[in-house]
């Protein structure tokens, strides 16, 4: 820096605070504690002059840093990461009813099912320079489908459930393991491993098979699969030493047993107006809920006999078993104890 700024250095090291307080890695960290005002204050300068030194400052530095290599750019795509942002961008739009969200979140779900799943029904891991790459971990399988799960619940479009339960399907044939009721990392399609890892603690993401088995929780009600509900039920009961000696590694597993300990309610929203009904519901904060919804007759086991034409319908219902329906979601919410 003194060869660089030369005369100046004096000068600039005050500026910027050019000492061992604000070493970073052992290099100086260019940090401002205080304005232009303050600092010429402390100088014999002017205010304009010191705007040009900085600036003349500014294209040294420029100059010097455009002679090193630049840094690489990692700009790969990832399946998990864009399924967490898929499911962000729904949960925005159920708290804001902004369309926006839902567009970008409808293109997102549509990349991943276009580009990103395979012939055989599985998913790529990577995608770079127009191409899909490397066989996908439990990882993306888990968040992609806990994303379309979501997706489902804003548009009551089924194809992205039947997709969530497709790949549900592909990872039980593919990455469980019986003996440990868990599933593997890896698939075992994958080059075979001295071990294959099995993920189960929470931490700045949840693990793939917290995810997982609250994702098998979920279509278990969609499609009344009760060796989906069993094998959750069973995974979280694999991991109950880890959730009582430490609670912040099991976040997202204490998430399940949360809705397997009281009521887990199931609303059954059929009619025209199904949509904007399920808009109204999802604005409220409601985690121990799971909606399924159609405009039009439907084969889903919730929704079976529940549709009347020229009527929306709202069914509050526990296990199965529904109070009396009603048409406004007001008086849905009213049975869930909710008022608005």
């Known amino acids: 820096l003194k060869y660089i700024i030369s005369d100046d250095f004096e000068l600039f090291a005050d500026y910027y605070n050019i000492n061992t307080s604000f070493l970073w890695e052992e290099k100086y960290n260019l940090h401002r504690t205080i304005t232009d005002e303050e600092f010429y204050k402390k100088h014999p300068i002017e205010i304009d002059q010191l705007k040009q030194k900085v600036k003349n400052w500014k294209q040294l530095l420029f100059e010097q840093r455009n002679k090193k290599e630049r840094p690489r750019l990692d700009d790969k795509v990832l399946t998990s990461w864009n399924a967490l942002m898929l499911k962000g961008y729904v949960d925005v739009y159920k708290a804001f009813g902004d369309h926006h969200f839902l567009t970008i979140a ?73 003996n440990s009721k868990m599933f593997f990392f890896t698939s075992n ?43 959750s039920v069973q995974m979280l009961h694999n991991i109950k030493n880890i959730m009582l000696n430490y609670g912040a590694g099991a976040s997202n597993w204490a998430c399940l047993h949360s809705n397997l300990l009281g009521d887990y309610y199931e609303i ?37 006999n529940k549709y009347t034409p020229n009527s929306t319908t709202i069914y509050v219902c526990v296990d199965g078993a529904c109070l009396l329906p009603v048409s406004e979601t007001k008086k849905a919410l009213e049975q869930l104890k909710i008022s608005i």
Do not use: C
């Open 268 to 304: 059954a929203i059929v009619g025209d107006n199904a949509l904007e009904a399920t808009k109204e519901i999802n604005k409220q904060y409601i985690p121990n809920k799971l909606i399924v919804g159609s405009t039009q007759e439907s084969n889903l086991p919730l929704l079976q």
């Open 189 to 231: 399609l994958d080059k075979e491993l001295v071990s294959r890892k099995i993920e189960t603690d929470d931490n700045v993401i949840p693990s793939s098979n917290s995810i997982m088995a609250n994702n098998l929780f979920k279509l278990s009600y969609y499609f009344n699969n009760k060796s989906y509900k069993d094998t």
């Open 106 to 178: 409808l293109k997102n779900a549509n990349f991943i099912s276009k580009v990103q799943q395979n012939e055989e029904g599985g998913l790529f891991r990577n995608f770079k320079n127009g191409k899909s790459t490397i066989n996908a971990y439990l990882e993306d399988y888990a968040t992609v489908i806990d994303a379309y799960i979501s997706l489902y619940q804003v548009t009551l479009d089924e194809n992205w459930l039947q997709q969530a339960n497709q790949l549900a399907m592909y990872t039980f044939d593919h990455f469980f393991d019986t």
